[in-house]
DNA sequence: CGCTTAATTGATCAGGGTCAATCGTGGTGG
DNA sequence: CCACCACGATTGACCCTGATCAATTAAGCG
């Protein structure tokens, strides 16, 4: 079985057939036909450093980390992908950085070769791929930034906010990831994010309704943090 | 006097014209009479944040820095752009980053509008504007993970090792910038910059021949540092 | 209801920031 | 030509934030 196989214990749905329909359907009308579905388990490989880089990645559901593990045994945490992002993109044949299922994962898989010849054939396709390489870049360029920050606070801050502008009503922020994901993802140990969040509680500005579920009370002191 | 202009200090060499030719011979051919040269002294904005981001450059020779400048007073450099970079991409219509010329540069400014009419009758000029995104992705994405870095140390080999391949032998590396703007880009501060090289040299793994002249001695130390 | 793993909290330590002094270098003017 | 000046870089002393080590608590799961 292949990492990109659905595991086992969870069944597969009898999608496959269909093609990404409902993904395709949210996404450029060229690409619909273009790839095909994939299921991947929570925490399951999705590609590793070092493959070839022949295929790219919609998400459809579920949220996705792309990393890199170094020989210290420290991980690195290069994005997180939700729905509708793009991942899996790469200059050169092989892969520079692995990806892995956050959680369970619906994705839609692209041939790089399937594309190009495609993207000859219908310019909007071109389009497509070069606006889902600016988002990334966007991405990575905030991400640097980001790392760039001095204070744990404000790493924190950034954090939840840019994840709440994923959350419909901008203040309620569903964390997909364990804290060692976002220790990893912010260049710290999973105690100071714990400290981190602790403390953002204390003063009132969340409230960790779950463990897994933050609730922004005050965004504007956030914002502060974050400037 | 725009800040794109030559500054009046900085007698504009006659080369203009050649300069331009030079630049496009090595990039593709289609974008040879697409863009118009500038040069930028040492120093001088480029662009800034907040900006309409309707142009975007090649650099010909120079380096350039691509920073954010925070409220608080601090600043990150998000880049240095060497000669064939293209830098100034951007998804939104304004401007997130600031740029300016570290020494004395020649640019080429494309004007967005007129290469992406361009782009949709010439299909080679997509490609290679997917190309320079995906070359300033995969930059985004190592400096990422050079700051999600720890030590002081380990950031000042791979700044070291990734200077030295831009350079001829891949030994002698010549810095462009000050100490200032090196810490600047690896998240640091100036004394832990100066203390970093100081060590390295005490090691016996590099020489600083100059104050801005680097020659590295043992290579795979720094590769191990880095790892 | 235990068992396992994740998260929180506490105590201590070290790396790098901060503040401050010195050194070096390049440019200017007497 | 050299003395002086200004700025960048280096070096030192001290402090603070976040890493590390360790213990406790909480939460899923059989």
Redesign the interface.
């Given at each position: 079985m292949t990492a990109l196989q659905m595991a086992s214990n969870h069944p597969a749905p009898a999608l496959n057939a269909r093609r990404a329909w409902m993904a395709t359907q949210n996404g450029p009308e060229t690409l619909r036909t273009a790839g095909s579905v994939v299921q991947v388990a929570e925490g399951r490989e999705i590609f590793a450093e070092g493959e070839d880089a022949d295929v790219f990645f919609k998400v459809v559901s579920g949220v996705v980390r792309v990393c890199?593990f170094?020989?210290?045994g420290?991980r690195?945490i290069?994005a997180f992908h939700v729905a509708g992002d793009v991942f899996g993109?790469e200059?050169s044949s092989e892969r520079?950085?692995s990806a892995e299922a956050v959680s369970d994962c619906a994705l839609i898989s692209y041939r790089r070769r399937g594309i190009e010849t495609l993207a000859?054939k219908d310019?909007s396709i071109?389009r497509q791929?070069?606006?889902y390489?600016?988002?990334?870049?966007?991405h990575?360029?905030s991400?640097?930034?980001l790392?760039?920050?001095?204070g744990a606070g404000e790493k924190m801050a950034s954090f939840l906010l840019s994840q709440a502008e994923r959350s419909a009503d901008g203040r309620t922020v569903h964390l997909a990831m364990t804290r060692q994901d976002i220790a990893d993802y912010l260049?710290l140990t999973i105690e100071t994010v714990s400290r981190s969040l602790s403390l953002l509680e204390r003063r009132g500005i969340i409230v960790l309704t779950n463990i897994r579920e933050v609730l922004l009370k005050k965004v504007d002191a956030l914002e502060d943090m974050a400037?």
């Open positions: 890199k170094h020989s210290d420290r690195q290069e993109f200059l520079t950085l000859q310019e071109t791929l070069f606006q390489a600016m988002q990334n870049l966007a990575a360029q991400h640097a930034l790392l760039g920050r001095r260049g400037a």
